[in-house]
């Protein structure tokens, strides 16, 4: 007999499980669609993914049934529908578009870029399960990107690139030439770059818990509103720029207080030299801001 016993699942919660689930399958689902070259159809069944994502905890928590079980069934689901699938799209993509078997330093580049940024997703959702408090809707804010918005910004670049680039640029132009190499070459930079931020610990805000969840102010339903209908309009432009816009948001205001810290530092040392090489002698304040 093993000296410690095993502790047996009895029961589960059904109904956030079941959409946990359909979260790992429209993330299986974008892995298939991409390997048959139907790249903008693997990028759109990822938001559906990024949808079951949000509802299987909504569920759970209206259920007040949120468990230890449904939160490692959905970081398994998520690591295939946010690692494993932006990386495959990346590289199929790639693959097909630049024909990197030519030019082999390129095609290690973008199979290292795929593999760091899936490896990046599995270590940020493992640092989550272990930091993470129960109670998920005290959440005001992430530290490091969020994979769904992670894997936002890989998809809506392919996204883009796929439904848009020649509604605004005739197919053959010298300006639709420009921008598909931009798209193509700058989506393993941006590939590295969110996987970078994922495994950070740059702080990013809780979108749902600080601007939807809970009474809030009428201003936050007009912009939702607002938002919503850029999105119907043109959502192949809005979802690059609500992901790629969020993903820089926390990034420039690290650096913005990483700045403003030091210069009231500077400033504070300045503020406390001798009177002798003083140059003006006027009050600084003593702190500086949280990063």
Same mark, same amino acid.
């Given at each position: 007999?093993?000296?410690? #016993? #095993?502790?047996?699942?009895?029961?589960?919660?059904?109904?956030?499980?079941?959409?946990?689930?359909?979260?790992?399958?429209?993330?299986?689902?974008?892995?298939?669609?991409?390997?048959?070259?139907?790249?903008?159809?693997?990028?759109?069944?990822?938001?559906?993914?990024?949808?079951?994502?949000?509802?299987?905890?909504?569920?759970?928590?209206?259920?007040?049934?949120?468990?230890?079980?449904?939160?490692?069934?959905?970081?398994?689901?998520?690591?295939?529908?946010?690692?494993?699938?932006?990386?495959?799209?990346?590289?199929?993509?790639?693959?097909? #578009?630049?024909?990197?078997?030519?030019?082999?330093?390129?095609? #290690?580049?973008?199979?290292?870029?795929?593999?760091?940024?899936?490896?990046?997703?599995?270590?940020?959702?493992?640092?989550?399960?272990?930091?993470?408090?129960?109670?998920?809707?005290?959440?005001?804010?992430?530290?490091?990107?969020?994979?769904?918005?992670?894997?936002?910004?890989?998809?809506?670049?392919?996204?883009?690139?796929?439904?848009?680039?020649?509604?605004?640029?005739?197919?053959?132009?010298?300006?639709?030439?420009?921008?598909?190499?931009?798209?193509?070459?700058?989506?393993?930079?941006?590939?590295?770059?969110?996987?970078?931020?994922?495994?950070?610990?740059?702080?990013?805000?809780?979108?749902?818990?600080?601007?939807?969840?809970?009474?809030?102010?009428?201003?936050?339903?007009?912009?939702?509103?607002?938002?919503?209908?850029?999105?119907?309009?043109?959502?192949?432009?809005?979802?690059?720029?609500?992901?790629?816009?969020?993903?820089?948001?926390?990034?420039?205001?690290?650096?913005?207080?990483?700045?403003?810290?030091?210069?009231?530092?500077?400033?504070?040392?300045?503020?406390?030299?001798?009177?002798?090489?003083?140059?003006?002698?006027?009050?600084?304040?003593?702190?500086?801001?949280?990063?």
């Amino acid at each position: 007999m093993s000296k410690y #016993r #095993r502790q047996r699942l009895r029961y589960i919660t059904v109904l956030p499980s079941l959409v946990t689930i359909l979260n790992g399958v429209f993330g299986f689902a974008s892995i298939v669609l991409a390997s048959h070259g139907k790249f903008a159809q693997a990028g759109y069944i990822l938001i559906l993914a990024m949808i079951a994502d949000v509802l299987d905890g909504q569920l759970a928590r209206i259920s007040k049934n949120t468990s230890s079980f449904g939160g490692q069934l959905d970081s398994l689901c998520d690591v295939i529908s946010f690692g494993a699938a932006p990386a495959f799209l990346m590289f199929k993509i790639l693959e097909y #578009r630049l024909e990197p078997a030519n030019l082999p330093l390129l095609e #290690r580049f973008i199979a290292v870029a795929a593999t760091i940024y899936f490896c990046c997703t599995a270590i940020r959702l493992a640092r989550f399960n272990v930091e993470n408090v129960r109670d998920e809707s005290a959440h005001t804010s992430f530290t490091g990107l969020p994979s769904p918005a992670a894997a936002g910004v890989v998809i809506s670049l392919v996204i883009f690139h796929q439904d848009k680039l020649a509604e605004l640029f005739a197919a053959g132009t010298r300006e639709y030439r420009i921008f598909d190499k931009l798209i193509m070459y700058s989506l393993p930079f941006a590939t590295l770059a969110a996987g970078a931020l994922m495994v950070s610990r740059i702080r990013y805000q809780h979108v749902v818990n600080q601007y939807i969840s809970g009474k809030k102010p009428f201003t936050h339903l007009v912009w939702l509103l607002m938002a919503l209908v850029v999105i119907v309009m043109n959502p192949q432009i809005a979802l690059v720029i609500l992901f790629c816009g969020f993903a820089l948001s926390g990034f420039i205001r690290w650096v913005y207080y990483k700045v403003t810290k030091k210069h009231e530092k500077t400033a504070v040392i300045a503020g406390h030299q001798p009177p002798a090489a003083s140059t003006g002698g006027g009050d600084f304040p003593s702190q500086g801001g949280n990063v």
